[in-house]
């Protein structure tokens, strides 16, 4: 991890974008994030690589559905976590308003596998237009951090009539 930044606090971030991954034009709204080079290469798996070893499959809704359906979706993710070390699904939008005929139950077990038996992480996006931030966010934690220290533990409570509120 670098803690470089420029002299205005914009620290900047290298991301690779698969270059069949231009219909939704997120490549675009990349570069125009202060701090973010992007380059474009042909990924053998997933659509984004967020830093070193962590790449992203970017799936809207209907295509997150449509993949599980038909198979796709398992594959996909398989290798990607052959190829690196952290494989990511970000689904866009709402998968249970895509008018197919999957079950809600198959699409938590998919999600349930996904989360927690495939080695892969599964995170959200509400649209379209928010995953760029997304995937620029996730980009500076892996590339420099937080940029702060989680504190281990709450502070301990000021005074005797915080403690008593508390227990």
Do not use: C
Request: hydrophobic content about 45%.
């Amino acid at each position: 991890m670098t803690e470089k930044s420029t002299p205005d606090g914009i620290k900047p971030v290298s991301i690779t974008a698969d270059s069949r991954e231009t219909r939704a034009g997120i490549a675009l709204k990349l570069q125009a994030i202060p701090g973010v080079t992007l380059q474009q290469a042909e990924m053998t798996s997933g659509d984004y690589l967020i830093g070193p070893g962590v790449v992203v499959e970017r799936k809207a809704a209907t295509d997150f559905v449509i993949s599980l359906m038909e198979g796709r979706l398992f594959d996909q993710m398989a290798r990607m976590t052959i190829e690196h070390e952290r494989a990511i699904i970000l689904v866009e939008g709402n998968i249970y308003e895509t008018r197919s005929a999957i079950s809600p139950e198959a699409l938590d077990g998919a999600m349930s596998y996904i989360s927690l038996l495939s080695g892969a992480s599964l995170i959200h996006s509400p649209s379209l237009a928010r995953t760029p931030f997304i995937l620029h966010r996730m980009a500076l934690h892996v590339q420099h951090g937080l940029g702060y220290e989680i504190p281990l533990r709450a502070a301990k409570p000021k005074g005797p009539a915080a403690a008593q509120y508390l227990l």
